[in-house]
T-cell receptor
Framework: KAGVTQTPRYLIKTRGQQVTLSCSPI?????VSWYQQTPGQGLQFLFE???????NKGNFPGRFSGRQFSNSRSEMNVSTLELGDSALYLC??????????????FGPGTRLTVL | SQQGEEDPQALSIQEGENATMNCSYK?????LQWYRQNSGRGLVHLIL?????REKHSGRLRVTLDTSKKSSSLLITASRAADTASYFC????????????FGSGTRLLVRP
């Protein structure tokens, strides 16, 4: 079974631009979550989508948004990029069931550099 | 900050020795998970322990969970150079809008 894939793997943008990152989950998984990893703040949860609806949300500004398509693929968008948005963006997929055993499987990440 | 705390921040051991990492968290949880990350790449899931479990084993890994102290530990026995990585605990919090809350991580170096 193929793992979680993320595209692109590397991206360089300038301040003020916007960017869209893509994530394809493991086949059969309906939940996709996004995380930001930086040296200063570590790994932080952005949001989770399940069946095309945002189900959970972390504490990030509205410049960070996402969506999920009917095939469970997800995109994350960051508008008006700031230098501090430079980070590794990780996507994770899971079956998304409620309860105590929903294991998340992570993709390789997209490294975004904002100049 | 979303983060839980892990200690030590860094650990250097000889191949064949055991490595122990500790994690503390703040809220009630559904489960706690441990992940490994090599050199800023994707996270690899290692083990999940439910809130009603106290200990779990998987190969050379042993995880304990003490919900009264809101803490967990990961023991890697007979370590190998290939175990060199960063290790993160992550909690699935109850009654929260967060999916997973990660600890700050422990960087493990296993010297051959």
């Amino acid at each position: 079974k193929a793992g979680v894939t993320q595209t692109p793997r590397y991206l360089i943008k300038t301040r003020g631009q916007q960017v869209t990152l893509s994530c394809s989950p493991i086949s059969g998984h309906r939940s996709v979550s996004w995380y930001q990893q930086t040296p200063g703040q570590g790994l932080q949860f952005l949001f989770e989508y399940f069946s095309e609806t945002q189900r959970n949300k972390g504490n990030f500004p509205g410049r960070f948004s996402g969506r999920q398509f009917s095939n469970s693929r997800s995109e994350m968008n960051v508008s008006t990029l700031e230098l501090g948005d430079s980070a590794l963006y990780l996507c994770a997929s899971s079956f998304g069931g409620w309860g105590s055993t929903d294991t998340q499987y992570f993709g390789p990440g997209t490294r975004l550099t904002v100049l | 900050s979303q983060q839980g705390e892990e200690d030590p921040q860094a650990l250097s051991i000889q191949e064949g020795e055991n490595a122990t990492m500790n994690c503390s968290y703040k809220t009630s949880i559904n489960n706690l998970q441990w992940y490994r990350q090599n050199s800023g790449r994707g996270l690899v899931h290692l083990i999940l322990i439910r809130s009603n479990e106290r200990e779990k084993h998987s190969g050379r890994l042993r995880v304990t969970l003490d919900t009264s102290k809101k803490s967990s530990s990961l023991l890697i026995t007979a370590s190998r150079a290939a175990d060199t990585a960063s290790y993160f605990c992550a909690t699935d919090p109850m009654d929260s809008s967060y999916k997973l809350i990660f600890g700050s991580g422990t960087r493990l170096l296993v010297r051959p």
